[in-house]
C-alpha cells in the first residue's frame, strides 16, 4: 500500500494520489452489453435461457422461482441465521421508515393549495448479485425500502446457481421483504429482462443493485434508451476513507480497510492519519490479517491503488476527504461527534472506534447501496424515496385565480408565451364577470 | 388535431395514439455536440467567446455579468414585473421550504444511533435559456430551490442579447434569488462551461433547467463523462394530458391545450373525454383561440402529434394518463378532487377549472422542473432535495456492538466474506476481553 505524505505534494501528485482506478466500461464491453441486451430485447425468455446456458453453465427450464422452491429455502437456513436476517430487517425498517418523506399540503394563497403526494413506483426490479457469495444482504437493502414505498410489483432477479436453484438465504431475505416474484436470472440477461420484460420476466420501471462490471454498464445502457428502464444510480467499485488520529486501534482501523479491500480487486481504501506511528501500526496490521483472509489475494491488489496519505492535520483530512467525497467514511476519531459537521459528502458517516463499516453493511439500519466513484458529491445512498415519486398538486378556487392569476399574466407577457397569459385572462374575465 | 374513439383502437393502435415524437438526438446532432464540448473542454473561455460569437452573433469581452448590469437590471423592469416576480418568488420559496427533507435521529438498538444528515450541494449550476424569449420564472424555479437547499455556490448561465447584455428580467429573478454568479453564455457552451470549469466560469458539481435540443444533448452527455457533471433529470419536450368531463369549460380547456402547444413544435398536449359534445366544442375552441396567439405557428405544428381521445369512461381515461405518465395533469372534472387517489404517475396535477397548468408555470408555488417523456413513472419533480445530498451517520458505543456485532458477523459469515467479518469480531473480542 503505498505510502504518501501530503504536504510533500505537488498539486498534480495530489490529484494522482486520489484518483481512483479507471472505471469506465472498455469499448469492447459495451459492444459486447449491447449485444447481449438486443438479443433478449429481440428473443426475450429464448435468449435469457441460452446466455444462462453461456454465462451460469445451467439449464433452466422455469426461470420463475416457485413457491416450493421459497418454502424450502426458510427450512434450510440455521436458525442463527433466519433470526440474524429478521434482525437486521427489522432495523433497517425501522430506520428507513423513519426517514421517508411526508406528504403535505399548504394554502400559498387564501383559494390555492398546493401539495405535494407521493405515489409508489409501479414496477420496481431488484438485482441481488451471487458472484462469489450470495448476497442476502443486498436482498434486504433493496427489498426492504421498496415494501416501505409500496411498490406494486416487486421484481428479484438473482443468478441461478450450478444446479439451477436459488441461493436460499437470498430466497428467505426476499421473503422477509414480501418480494413474490424472483426469478433465477442473473448478469446482463437480468437486466435486460427486467428493462424490457419478457414473457417470464415482468417489464419493470426502474433497476436497483449492485453488480459486476457487465452488470453496471447493462444497467447504464438500459437507462439511456427511450423505453428501457431508469436506474437507481451511477455505480462503481466500492470503497473506504478512514480519518484517524493518534488514538485509533491500528487493529480496528486495518480490519475496516481490509473489510472493504476484500470486496473487489477495483475496491479502494484510503487512510488518512495526523499521525505517523499510526499509520506504521496499521500497515504492520494490515499484513497480519491478510494472512488470515480467505480473500486475501483479492483484497491485496485492492490495496496496491490505495493509500496511506499521513496529513498535517485533521482539518487538512476533512479537506482530502470532502474532494474525494467516499462512498464510506469511517471517523476513528477521539471527538468523531465534533468532526461530523466538517463532512460535506460521504455516502455514510461511522463514528467513532466501534462503528465498523460493516454495521452498515448488514444491520445498523442504514442501507449500504451507497454513491461510488464520487457521486456522494451530488446523491445521497439509498431511501424509500428512491422507490416513489413525488407529484405536485394545486387546487385552485375562484378566490384563488383573481389573487395569483394577474401574478401570472404579468410573467407569461414578460416572457412572450400569449397562449400562457390567455389561459390565465380567460378564467379571470369569467371570474369578473 | 387527430381525433379518436379509444374503444375502437386496437392494442397496436393504442400505443401509436399514445406515441411521443422520437426525441433522442439525430447522430449528427450528438457528434456536433460532442466536438463543442470538447472544445470548451480543452480551451476554456477562448472556446466559449469563439462559440459564442458563431452561434449569439455577438462578441464578448467579459463573460460575467457586473454588480452594476444587476443593479441596472432591476430599475430596467416595471414596478408591475418586479412585484409579480418577488411575490411568485415568495410562493415558491413558501412551497418548496415546507416541504423540505429533515434530519433525523434514532437508536436502531441500544447505543446505535443511526442518522440522516444533510449537506448542500457545493457546486450547482443553473441554466436559463433565452431562445424565443428570456424565461425568469426558470431563474426562479431554479434558484429558489438552490437557495433554500444553501448551496455555496450557485452559477447560472444564460444566452447573451444581440448587444452583449443578459437581459434584466432574468438577472432581476436571479438577485431575488440571491444568485451572485452570472454568465452570459447560452447552449452548448454553457453546458460544457459549467460541467468543466473554465477561467471565468466555475466547476459545478451538478448542472439543473431545461433547453432546447442541443442543450439537453449537451446535459446527457457531461453526465455521461467521468469528471462532468450530475444532471437534474432527463428533458425532453413540455407536454400536458387534459382529462376532462361534459360539465369543463371548452374554451379554458382549448387555452390549457394550447399553452402548451405554444411551447414547441415537439410539445406534445392530449385531450381525453367521456363526452363527444366537449370534445367538438373544445376542437372548435382550439382554431378559435389559434388566431388569436402570437406563436400560432407553433402550436399548430405541436398540434399536429397531439390528439383528441373520446374514452368510455373516466376510469378509462386515468388508466390511458397513468400509462402515459404526463408532465402536466389537467383534471377539469366536477370532482376532481376525488379522482385525485386514481393519479399514479404524472409530474404536477391541476384540479378543476380554476387551475390552469400556467400557474404552475409561474406561481402557485410548486416548481415548473418536470419530469417528461414518461418519466413521471420514476422521478418527481424539481425540489429543494434536488440540491442537497442526505449522508447516513452511525455512531457505535460498545454497548452499541455488543447488542448488533453478532447480527453482522452471521451475515458475514453467510456472505463470505471474512474481512467483514473480522472488523466486528475484532472489536466485540476487545469488548468482551
Request: aromatic letters at 4%; a negative charge; one cysteine or more.
Amino acid at each position: 500500500m503505498k505510502r504518501v505524505s501530503w504536504s510533500s505534494l505537488d498539486a498534480s501528485e495530489r490529484v494522482q494520489a486520489l484518483r481512483r482506478p479507471a472505471q469506465q466500461a472498455s469499448a469492447d464491453t459495451r459492444t459486447a452489453v449491447a449485444t447481449l441486451i438486443e438479443e433478449v430485447r429481440a428473443r426475450g425468455d429464448v435468449a435469457v435461457r441460452e446466455l444462462t446456458e453461456r454465462f451460469d453453465q445451467v439449464s433452466m427450464d422455469a426461470l420463475a422461482v416457485t413457491d416450493a422452491e421459497c418454502a424450502a429455502a426458510a427450512t434450510a437456513l440455521t436458525p442463527a441465521l433466519r433470526d440474524a436476517i429478521d434482525e437486521a430487517a427489522g432495523r433497517i425498517e425501522a430506520f428507513h421508515r423513519e426517514g421517508m418523506t411526508r406528504e403535505y399540503a399548504m394554502d400559498t394563497a387564501p383559494g390555492v393549495r398546493c401539495e405535494r403526494v407521493l405515489r409508489p413506483i409501479a414496477r420496481v426490479g431488484l438485482y441481488v448479485p451471487a458472484g462469489s457469495a450470495p448476497l442476502p444482504s443486498t436482498a434486504l437493502m433493496l427489498g426492504v425500502p421498496a415494501r416501505l414505498a409500496g411498490c406494486r410489483d416487486v421484481v428479484l432477479c438473482t443468478p441461478p446457481r450450478p444446479d439451477g436453484s436459488a441461493d436460499p438465504t437470498v430466497l428467505y431475505a426476499a421473503m422477509r421483504c414480501g418480494v413474490r416474484q424472483v426469478f433465477k436470472v442473473g448478469g446482463v440477461q437480468a437486466i435486460a429482462a427486467m428493462a424490457f420484460g419478457t414473457a417470464s420476466v415482468p417489464k419493470c420501471d426502474k433497476l436497483f443493485g449492485p453488480g459486476n462490471g457487465y452488470v453496471t454498464e447493462a444497467k447504464r445502457q438500459v437507462s439511456m434508451v427511450e423505453g428501457g428502464a431508469a436506474i437507481d444510480m451511477p455505480a462503481g467499485p466500492s470503497e473506504v476513507l478512514v480519518i484517524a488520529d493518534a488514538g485509533a486501534n491500528p487493529a480496528f482501523v486495518a480490519a475496516d480497510l481490509l473489510s472493504q479491500a476484500e470486496h473487489g480487486p477495483d475496491s479502494q481504501v484510503l487512510l488518512l492519519s495526523d499521525d505517523a506511528a499510526l499509520i506504521d501500526a496499521v500497515a504492520e496490521q494490515l499484513e497480519r490479517q491478510l494472512a488470515m483472509l480467505s480473500r486475501a489475494g483479492v483484497a491485496r491488489r485492492a490495496l496496491e491503488s490505495s493509500r496511506l496519505i499521513q496529513v498535517d492535520t485533521l482539518q487538512q483530512a476533512f479537506d482530502i476527504s470532502n474532494a474525494y467525497a467516499p462512498e464510506h467514511l469511517i471517523l476513528a476519531l477521539r471527538d468523531a461527534r465534533a468532526w461530523l459537521s466538517q463532512v460535506e459528502a460521504a455516502g455514510s458517516v461511522f463514528l467513532g472506534d466501534w462503528a465498523p463499516e460493516a454495521l452498515g453493511d448488514y444491520c445498523s439500519g442504514t442501507n449500504h447501496v451507497l454513491p461510488t466513484s464520487g457521486a456522494a458529491r451530488y446523491v445521497g445512498g439509498l431511501n424509500v424515496a428512491s422507490f416513489q415519486v413525488a407529484i405536485t398538486v394545486q387546487e385552485v378556487s375562484r378566490d384563488g385565480i383573481a389573487a395569483i392569476g394577474p401574478c401570472a399574466v404579468e410573467l407569461a407577457t414578460a416572457e412572450g408565451l400569449d397562449a400562457h397569459r390567455l389561459a390565465v385572462a380567460l378564467r379571470l374575465d369569467e371570474v369578473a364577470a
